[in-house]
């Protein structure tokens, strides 16, 4: 059991319950949970069903996604679930908006999942107007977290904004930098968005988002019970982020930009490849459990 909690809250990242429940009981409590079109595609009951043959249609698969967010739900604490809708590089704001609408009513502690892109950011524009509350995933640059914050500005509820260490580390970059950048920025605002430490592989990573005073950090069950394993160190005084890839080789950092978080939120840059791959990918899951002609 985890006797001294972090400040940060922890989140499983998955999409299966089992997994959820298991970690729950190894740590005595979990505070949300993170889920995704590829690890909803990765749920055990859907995999049964695919490799007895069964494609789902779109409706199965969305009462698959509200049923495994439901058995998840009791489970966890306040951090709530998140839950992503599907959109593709040309999904408008409006159907986003629609999707993350019905999620919502899914359970009692929902946060809809849009993308950073500019059709993402327009779509939680509208629902924190409506109340909804939303993570901003795929997040690689401190410029689509400052369009976060300013198109969210005014939330009654805190906002989330993901930004995906691991991803950025498998290309060479110092994905904490972003972590470290974003909660810089944010200091001269007014607290709003929360960071979610998101695509976290390495023990590491999750001691240095403590450390950096991450809101909130999502961490898949493996590492969550690497971490339990080893008794559940945390960040002493003399800790020191290692910032090297699984080879051993030093991650190029990500240098801090001075940005206004005044400015509209389309004045930003929200440019950026990996956000474009993540959705492809996204797309790409989802896709494999549908049916053909679906
Ligand atoms: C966050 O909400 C995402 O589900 C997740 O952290 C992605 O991590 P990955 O890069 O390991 O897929």
Not at 161 to 179: A, H, K, Q, T, Y
Request: charged content about 25%; some cysteine.
């Amino acid at each position: 059991m985890l006797t001294n909690r972090p400040k940060t809250k922890l989140l499983v990242d998955g999409g299966d319950p089992e997994e959820t429940l298991r970690i729950k009981s190894l740590m005595g409590f979990i505070d949300g949970q993170t889920t995704n079109p590829s690890l909803i595609a990765k749920n055990p009951e859907i995999q049964g069903r695919l490799a007895a043959g069964h494609r789902l249609s779109e409706q199965e698969e969305k009462d698959a996604y509200k049923k495994i967010v439901q058995s998840i739900s009791p489970l966890v604490g306040d951090a709530g679930v998140s839950i992503e809708v599907f959109a593709d590089l040309n999904s408008r704001a409006e159907e986003m908006l629609a999707q993350g609408q019905e999620m919502f009513t899914w359970i009692p502690h929902a946060y809809i999942k849009y993308p950073c892109t500019h059709e993402g950011l327009r779509a939680a524009e509208m629902s924190v107007q409506k109340s909804i509350r939303v993570n901003l995933t795929l997040c690689f640059s401190q410029e689509q977290a400052a369009a976060v914050y300013a198109a969210t500005r005014g939330s009654r509820e805190p906002v989330y904004v993901s930004p995906f260490i691991g991803r950025l580390d498998d290309r060479g970059e110092d994905g904490m930098d972003l972590v470290r950048n974003i909660k810089k920025m944010y200091e001269r605002g007014d607290g709003h968005v929360h960071v979610l430490a998101a695509s976290i592989r390495t023990i590491n990573h999750l001691l240095c988002s403590f450390l950096l005073a991450a809101e909130l950090a999502t961490v898949p069950g493996k590492a969550l019970q690497e971490w339990a394993a080893a008794g559940f160190p945390m960040p002493d005084q003399d800790f020191k982020y290692k910032a090297i890839d699984p080879k051993g080789e030093a991650l190029k950092p990500i240098p801090y930009q001075e940005l206004d978080l005044d400015q509209p939120w389309e004045s930003f840059d929200l440019a950026h490849e990996l956000t474009t791959e993540g959705i492809q990918k996204f797309v790409a899951d989802y896709r494999s459990t549908l049916k053909r002609s679906a």
